[in-house]
């Protein structure tokens, strides 16, 4: 099986905005992402990320966490690419975006993104989509790349 990303590409650390700021997200990020999660449960769900079987009301922190160490293995080992997406001071989770690998022979990515409802309610949503476009573009090594939903 081919690496989802080539050994000697480098691994966008961040992409900074001057309304939000993409990040790895990691285990240290559990109590704002499940707060951006939970505070935003019937909106996601009728967002329909992935495939509207998440997130379950019944989620607790301590599964969001295992989610999140699992997102951060994956990125670690770069088989797939979780960012949290955060408020420039970093006091507010505001959504997250996944570049996932995909078994498809002609896609190199599924993208998947989400906001938290207050941030949909601002007009977010359209901004970050637009924001990580341009940026899998123009700093990934992918060709064809898939936003499911979108």
Not at 122 to 130: Q, R
Request: net charge negative; proline share 7%.
């Amino acid at each position: 099986m081919l690496p989802f990303v080539p050994k000697e590409f480098e691994v966008p650390a961040m992409l900074e905005t001057p309304a939000f700021r993409l990040r790895m997200l990691t285990v240290n990020d559990v109590v704002k992402d499940y707060d951006a999660v939970m505070s935003s449960l019937e909106h996601l769900q009728r967002q329909n990320v992935f495939g509207g079987t998440w997130p379950k009301s019944t989620l607790t922190l301590e599964q969001d966490l295992i989610d999140l160490g699992w997102h951060q293995k994956e990125f670690q080992t770069r088989r797939s690419f979780a960012y949290t997406v955060m408020s420039l001071d970093e006091s507010e989770c505001l959504g997250c975006v996944y570049i996932l690998p995909t078994e498809k022979p002609d896609v190199d990515a599924v993208v998947y993104l989400w906001v938290r409802q207050s941030e949909y309610e601002k007009g977010m949503d359209p901004v970050l989509f637009a924001a990580v476009k341009d940026w899998i573009t123009e700093r990934w090594p992918f060709r064809v790349v898939e936003y499911p939903r979108r």
